[in-house]
């Protein structure tokens, strides 16, 4: 069965630094799902890669797909407080769903 | 508009009892997922509606556990004789369809099973 792996699983960055999040498969990616989640609350939609060398971006977090490495990044420009919560990756399973998800990035931001 | 809801938000019962937990899904979404968070683990599919095809249960993990969908729409999932290692976050999501469409989280029910 398909396995996500993130890297790192927690990370504590001063507020304006750069930081990336790594979600490696273990089989072909079909479709890459980014997601946060907050304490006590669901996942909030970030964005879905679904093309190899696609990359997309929402306000200062971008994601790239490289499906040659079987990848995915996600970087946050110039972090900040609001930036803080889980970050989780979930992936199509041979194009049909339900998601296999990885275990999450937990990240803090710190002033 | 409105998002996915589910109810309640916690739920704290005593090991055996049966618990049920309601998701109402994104109105015109035809796909309809439940998914569990543990405690150090990660999201864990249980089971997945779409239309009005057999729903797929493959991820469920015992027969203690049991979820149906009324009319395309709200979809209860019950957990019989709730044991502890039952205790986690159970997470209700929907799509407009199946594969490839982006799946909308509700908030999730915090069940505790003493």
């Known amino acids: 069965s398909q396995e996500l792996e993130q890297s790192p699983q927690s990370l504590i960055v001063q507020e304006g630094k750069n930081l990336t999040i790594n979600c490696t498969s273990s089989?072909?990616?079909?479709?890459l799902y980014w997601y946060k989640q907050k304490y006590g609350e669901g996942l909030i939609f970030l964005m879905m890669l679904q093309k190899g060398g696609e990359e997309k971006s929402h306000e200062k977090i971008t994601a790239k797909l490289d499906e040659k490495k079987q990848q995915s990044s996600l970087h946050i420009t110039a972090s900040q407080p609001s930036h803080a919560g889980i970050y989780l990756c979930g992936a199509d399973k041979s194009g049909n769903t339900p998601l296999v998800f990885g275990k999450g990035t937990r990240l803090s931001v710190i002033a | 508009g409105a998002g996915v809801s589910q109810s309640p938000s916690n739920k704290v019962t005593e090991k055996g009892k049966d618990v049920e937990l309601r998701c109402d899904p994104i109105?015109?979404?035809?796909?309809l997922y439940w998914y569990r968070q543990s405690l150090g683990q990660g999201l864990e599919f249980l089971i997945y509606f779409q239309g009005n095809s057999a729903p797929d249960k493959s991820g469920l993990p015992s027969d203690r556990f049991s979820a149906e969908r009324t009319g395309g729409s709200v979809s209860t999932l019950t957990i019989q004789r709730t044991q502890q290692e039952d205790s986690a976050v159970y997470l209700c999501?929907?799509?407009?369809?199946?594969?490839?469409?982006?799946?909308?989280f509700g908030p999730g029910t915090r069940l505790l099973v003493l």
């Open positions: 089989k072909t990616l079909y479709g």
């Open positions: 999501a929907s799509s407009l369809s199946g594969s490839k469409e982006t799946q909308y």
């Open positions: 109105s015109g979404h035809t796909a």
